[in-house]
């Protein structure tokens, strides 16, 4: 029988190649040429007129991005709900309080509409979520990040190179952050980057990077020596993933495009077998230039949803579930001061969605099994 896994790193010709001359040129630490070579790659394949500082993780980007807000006890952060947890963990860490905000149920995005409701005059940032790579409303929530001061972060690990009426996600919001972990559609086993789109926080972002110190600037020969001067952590990335990364970035077109061609064909062939069973496809609403990066489905009720999964992994084929809700998470619960509403749309897409296998070198034989598993699954 064939073995369809959910997920499965991108591995590309020169990945090895390229780690092996970081090595071979003793460049391993962070902050070296190969981080240099990713970061201007990135920002010209991005048309980014910011800055890009490449890091650990998302989630260490989502934490700078805090960090540069000056997130602090008694700020108020709107995050989604139906989301991975960094997007909240990170300000959080700061002492502020998460307010939840439920998704869209067609885009399974934030709700934009909802969001006037939550904004108190201690909220700091609203974390808009690409979710699958599709953008959100950046128009609406910039209007009302223009209307009461307050930061939009793009939290874009899922949308690289996706886009918004023409603009890439993760460069139109104050901040972008992007993850290259090895679920992500571009990946260097674990990194991440944060996408500064205001010169006022650029000088700053490097400091963070650096432990606090100005060490940047004495890489670049502007100091003799460097010191502490700011709050921080060790956000660099090494210099050997950071080779890596840069491999993958040169041969994102061909990444991109094959698993648009992957996305299509699940959409082409199950079109009309989702509609004759009332399941919901993915929703690309015009504004949108997708990032492929999930296809998902969502079932009626979440009981189909589970038999789907366990028939589907009847065959070898590993399809699973996604974020279960932060609002009512185990966390959350125990913390007093942050109880909230429900999220009912957030709760039901928790409980009623599978996602199918996707991933760059996934072959034309495991794609057509999973689609001929599906259209024999009934209920
Ligand atoms: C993967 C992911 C993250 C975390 O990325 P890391 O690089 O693993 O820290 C954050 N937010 C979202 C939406 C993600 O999908």
């Given at each position: 029988m064939i073995n369809v896994p959910f997920s499965y790193p991108p591995k590309c010709n020169d990945d090895l190649k390229s780690i092996a001359s970081a090595i071979n040129q003793g460049q391993v630490v962070g902050n070296g040429p190969f981080t240099q070579k990713a970061e201007i790659l990135l920002k010209e394949q991005l048309h980014n007129k910011g800055e890009i500082l490449l890091t650990t993780s998302c989630t260490h980007a989502l934490e700078m991005a805090a960090i540069l807000l000056d997130i602090s006890p008694g700020d108020e952060i709107i995050v989604p709900?139906?989301?991975?947890v960094s997007s909240a963990l990170a300000f959080y860490m700061r002492g502020a309080k998460i307010v939840f905000a439920d998704i869209r149920a067609d885009t399974l995005n934030i709700d934009v509409s909802k969001l006037e409701d939550l904004v108190t005059e201690r909220t700091r940032a609203i974390v808009a979520v690409h979710y699958g790579g599709i953008a959100c409303e950046m128009d609406e929530l910039i209007t009302l990040s223009l209307k009461y001061g307050i930061h939009i972060i793009e939290d874009n690990a899922h949308g690289l190179y996706g886009k918004y009426r023409g603009k890439y996600l993760g460069s139109i919001g104050s901040m972008g952050t992007q993850s290259f972990h090895g679920t992500k559609n571009i990946s260097c086993g674990e990194g991440g980057a944060l996408i500064l789109n205001n010169p006022d926080f650029f000088e700053r972002a490097h400091v963070i990077r650096e432990k606090g110190t100005n060490r940047s600037k004495f890489l670049d020969g502007k100091v003799d020596k460097y010191t502490w001067v700011d709050e921080g952590s060790s956000y660099v990335m090494s210099d050997i993933l950071a080779a890596l990364l840069f491999s993958q970035l040169n041969f994102s077109d061909s990444i991109q495009s094959r698993r648009k061609q992957i996305w299509e064909t699940y959409n082409n062939q199950l079109k009309k077998w989702a509609r004759n069973l009332s399941i919901l496809l993915p929703h690309i609403p015009s504004y949108c230039n997708q990032a492929y990066h999930l296809f998902y489905l969502v079932f009626p009720n979440g009981g189909t949803r589970n038999t789907f999964i366990n028939f589907m992994a009847s065959k070898n084929i590993t399809v699973t579930s996604h974020y279960q809700p932060l609002h009512s998470s185990d966390f959350m619960q125990k913390i007093p001061d942050n109880q909230h509403d429900s999220c009912p749309v957030t709760t039901r897409v928790s409980n009623c969605i599978a996602r199918l296998p996707l991933f760059f070198n996934m072959s034309d034989e495991q794609l057509q099994y999973v689609i001929e598993n599906i259209h024999d699954f009934e209920f």
């Open positions: 709900s139906y989301t991975f």
